[in-house]
């Protein structure tokens, strides 16, 4: 459990009961003490620490003792001998390549691919989320309805279609698939990350400094920019860090239907070592599969508990101001 410091502030003792019951203690003199979190805990810090492992795989994997992609181990061949040995700690698949480095140099394509499409989703719904729930009206029904529309199609299943439709060619080239995966899986985020964009703004456009910085005459775009926006973006975040989790694990899905990144022996991903693994488990080698799914299971896991505390953390109620 993150660690809690009591915090006084002064407030109305005729408030009443109210949902932040359970978090206030009264004192004689009026003060009420509210408990604000203020550390991650030790589950906070080892999902701030995987993640930071996964990120230097990611962008800088030469930093790990492990051998070239390329590489492959005759020994392994020749005695049918995949398991761990020493200096190749997870073993070796099939072919005498070794699996800890598949898995390490495997991790940039999962993160580009997922980070890149959350963040263009992030971008584009957000955008449209900010301006339904600023402006309301008419303009906030026809972006909420195009929303539901795209909430109404499973992710999983909008991803596949764009997928087959932009990259089923055969000559479609290692970097066009990696493009459409992308915005693939970015484009079946908008309709979520804009709802909880959009459920925000609604909050936070009604607020007194909103309305002041309106009567001042300040610019719409100013407003949003400098007034809801910073007070939208920790939502925003939570949800992109979920978003980031969830993609990771539809470009699993998609390696695994044959419409993913390409299985490129130079540039592979989790989702298609995942895939292309599978020929080893009917020889008894799951090796692959498990690992690669584990590197799935604990990024995707430090991603969920992450987007939690921040919501958490920035998650202000009402009745505490």
Known sequence: ?????????????????????????????????????????????LAII????????????????VPGLTERFPDALRDRDFGPTAGHPLGFDTSGRDLLSKLVYG?????????????????????????????RGKIDTVITNAFNVGLAIPQLVLAITLAAVFASDANAGYGQRVLVVTFAIGFASIPILGRITRANTLTWANREFVMAAKTVGARTPRIIIREVLPNVAPAMFSIALLGIAIAIVVEGGLALIGVGIPADITSPSWGNLIATGRSQMLLGEAAQVMTASLMVFFTVLSLNYLGDVVRARFDVRDSAL
């Open 1 to 45: 459990m993150p660690e809690v410091e009591p915090t006084s502030v002064k407030i109305d003792p005729a408030a009443g009961e109210g949902p932040d019951a359970a978090l206030r203690h009264d004192d004689p003199d009026g003060t009420v003490t509210l408990s604000k979190t203020k550390r991650l805990g030790p589950i906070g810090w």
């Open 107 to 135: 991790t940039r394509a999962s993160m580009i691919v997922s980070v890149l499409a959350v963040t263009f989703g992030l971008i584009v719904g957000g955008t449209f989320g900010l301006i339904a729930g600023y402006f």
């Open 50 to 65: 995987w993640l930071g492992l996964v990120a230097l795989m990611a962008f800088v994997p030469q930093l790990f003792p």
